[in-house]
């Protein structure tokens, strides 16, 4: 089992940027693949990005060309940059570990809030 730690959630303006970061428990880390997903009131939680233990990356639709997941080995602790936010960007965001599809593990949660 993997802990998660997330941090970096707040409040911004539409268009503006924040980045959220995730610390994972463990050395074996660097062989996980990670990802965030989010939960938006009245939808599914959804995978937002996710990237391979040796960097390749997936993004949804949505947040395609606005948002970059990035990790570094060393810190054990994955990154999601976050420019460009819409309203409809709003929710908690979650970091996961594998698989991503169906994750085991999940941190707690960060709110994020896009005001208009």
């Known amino acids: 089992q993997v802990q998660l730690v997330e941090s970096g959630g707040g409040l911004v303006q539409a268009g503006g940027s924040l980045r959220l970061s995730c610390t994972a428990s463990?050395?074996?880390?660097?062989?996980?693949?990670m990802g965030w997903y989010r939960q938006v009131p009245g939808k599914q939680r959804e995978l937002v990005a996710s990237i391979t233990n040796s960097g390749r990356t997936k993004y949804a639709d949505s947040v395609k060309g606005r948002f970059t997941i990035t990790r570094d080995n060393a810190k054990i602790t994955v990154y999601l940059q976050m420019n460009s936010l819409k309203p409809e960007d709003t929710g908690v965001y979650y970091c996961?570990?594998?698989?991503?599809?169906?994750?085991?593990?999940w941190g707690q949660g960060t709110q994020v809030t896009v005001s208009s």
């Open positions: 996961v570990g594998p698989p991503i599809s169906a994750p085991r593990d």
């Open positions: 463990g050395n074996i880390f660097r062989f996980f693949d």
